[in-house]
């Protein structure tokens, strides 16, 4: 009789706990800085789609929740003893969402796809260390001569042009996802579009509601989609840091990749460690508009950048959660030696002083002032600079007007050479290496916003592309740094980075890391 009544307990209280959503879906709606451009993953370039691109897709390598490198479509790779050949082995058995299977030669035709001009991929040149790849993208040689082969449905080989030290680290970036060929083929554009979109990650696209949501929900096809704990992910787009803050308060979203700073002590005293803040892999930068007179004075842009007080930028507007910069690579890679402006250890005073004395010189004054349009996307942090900015530069003659769009214009505007004088402009890292920023100020690049070109610094980037030796490498990207930032701000440095998130304590498996990557098939709600 008691062995009875238990097993009628159990089982009435099995069904109790369904009825009342125990077994329920678990939703994590992730705050976003904004929409992303698309979520075709070779027409991609800002950290807005990254997020959700790596829980749709699956590259070679991926990244743990420490955002160290791990396989990932591949699950095995070997390395030829010159380093110049790559042979993955994919994943045996895995499947796109739609059920077909993953071949490498999805990967042949996606890699050929980044790199072909007709993609116009933003990021086609991070794929250079390919054999044949920027042939391709100059339009001297076609895809198909690209240094990548499908040896079988199950064996990816990629041919470099010489030993890459971050090869493997920049598999995990989304220029280098595969895309179903089939899919493609037959979808054309509209592949991206929810009902459409094939993908071979932990997640599938559901919803993209523009300015309101994008859903993804758990891809059963997914190899580990076991050990996947959340259901469905909601990215709300949050431009509007402080909305942002009470819809967190609210319990409407579950975290949020920034904040306002200008409410930091506030927000740490009403949140406590759902605020966290730490070093990150990046830098907040200015971009002149090179081509464009005035802007094409290496002087004016130096006088320009010296009357920037960082130092208040740090402290005053992003209260000390960023640091002042005078390097576009970031401190802290391991072997490499950045290179400063000549003015990064002088006092501000004697700064303004050097910028005035240019300035002067350009006749540029009272009578004649410098007229300048600084460019930002929304948000309060951005905003609170450009306004500091304009303040800072005013009592030098320097007449700031500010024009504010939001992000997917922003950046549409400057991956089109639209036209501006100082465009504001942020970069991350994609893997930890100064190639990654220095090939910014490459001539030709897509993510050269400043239309910078010098071929001695474009020989340095090739000499260190083929450099066998790492320490002759980091040298060779070092002293480009000297000549394309420090002397002629390709880039002007303004800050590095620091992450600012808030995260809900419900959240569990959050691991802070320098790239700031928390992909949600590692994260379990309470």
């Not at 897709?57 to 110049?84: R, Y």
């Not at 971050?166 to 280098?176: N, P, R």
Request: proline content about 6%; some cysteine.
């Amino acid at each position: 009789m008691n062995m009875n009544f238990k097993s009628w307990l159990v089982g009435t209280t099995m069904l109790v706990m369904g009825a009342t959503g125990a077994f329920a879906e678990v939703v994590f709606n992730r705050g976003n800085s904004a929409d992303p451009e698309s979520l075709d993953p070779h027409k991609t370039s800002t950290i807005y789609e990254a997020d959700i691109l790596r829980d749709l897709f699956l590259g070679l390598t991926t990244e743990d929740a420490k955002s160290e490198i791990i396989p990932g479509a591949a699950e095995s790779w070997t390395i030829s003893p010159d380093g110049k050949v790559y042979t993955f082995k994919l994943r045996a058995g895995a499947l796109w969402s739609d059920g077909s299977p993953v071949t490498a030669h999805d990967f042949v035709f996606a890699w050929q796809r980044v790199v072909d001009p007709a993609t116009a991929g933003e990021y086609a040149y991070m794929l250079a260390p390919v054999v044949n790849a920027e042939d391709i993208t100059a339009g001297k040689k076609k895809p198909a001569e690209m240094g990548v082969k499908a040896v079988d449905d199950s064996t990816f080989e990629v041919i470099l042009n010489a030993p890459t030290p971050y090869f493997l680290e920049m598999l995990t970036h989304q220029a280098t996802y595969p895309v179903s060929k089939a899919n493609v083929e037959a979808k054309g554009a509209d592949f991206v579009k929810p009902g459409n979109l094939v993908s071979n990650g932990a997640y599938t696209l559901a919803e993209f509601v523009p300015n309101d949501h994008i859903k993804v929900v758990k891809n059963p096809k997914f190899y580990d989609a076991a050990n996947v704990k959340i259901d469905t992910v909601n990215f709300i787009p949050t431009e509007d840091r402080s909305t942002a803050m009470k819809r967190f308060e609210a319990g409407e979203i579950d975290s949020n990749n920034d904040i306002p700073t200008e409410q930091l002590s506030d927000l740490k005293a009403k949140f406590g460690d759902q605020i966290n803040i730490g070093p990150y892999l990046g830098t907040f930068y200015f971009a002149f508009k090179i081509p464009k007179a005035p802007w094409d004075n290496v002087k004016l842009r130096q006088a320009v950048s010296m009357a920037i007080d960082r130092d208040y930028l740090a402290e005053k507007v992003w209260q000390n959660s960023m640091i002042p910069a005078y390097s576009f690579v970031p401190p802290g890679i391991s072997g490499y030696e950045t290179r400063t402006t000549d003015y990064a250890e002088m006092s501000q005073i004697d700064r303004e002083d050097a910028a005035k004395k240019v300035l002067d010189d350009l006749g540029y004054g009272p009578d004649k002032p410098l007229k300048m349009e600084i460019r930002y996307n929304t948000s309060e942090n951005n905003k609170n600079t450009a306004v500091a900015i304009q303040e800072q530069l005013k009592p030098l003659g320097i007449e700031v007007t500010l024009l504010n769009t939001d992000t997917k214009t922003h950046y549409g505007h400057l991956e089109q050479h639209g036209d501006f004088d100082v465009a504001r402009a942020g970069w991350i890292a994609d893997y930890k290496d100064p190639e990654n920023f220095l090939a910014l100020c490459k001539s030709g690049t897509g993510n050269n916003y400043a239309e910078y070109t010098d071929k001695e610094y474009d020989d340095l980037l090739a000499k260190a592309a083929a450099s066998a030796d790492p320490s002759e490498r980091m040298k060779a990207l070092s002293d480009a740094e000297a000549i394309g930032v420090a002397r002629d701000l390709c880039v002007m440095p303004l800050l590095y980075y620091g992450y600012k998130n808030v995260v809900s304590s419900k959240l569990k498996g959050w691991e802070y890391n320098v790239m700031d990557r928390h992909p949600s098939r590692f994260l379990s709600k309470e």
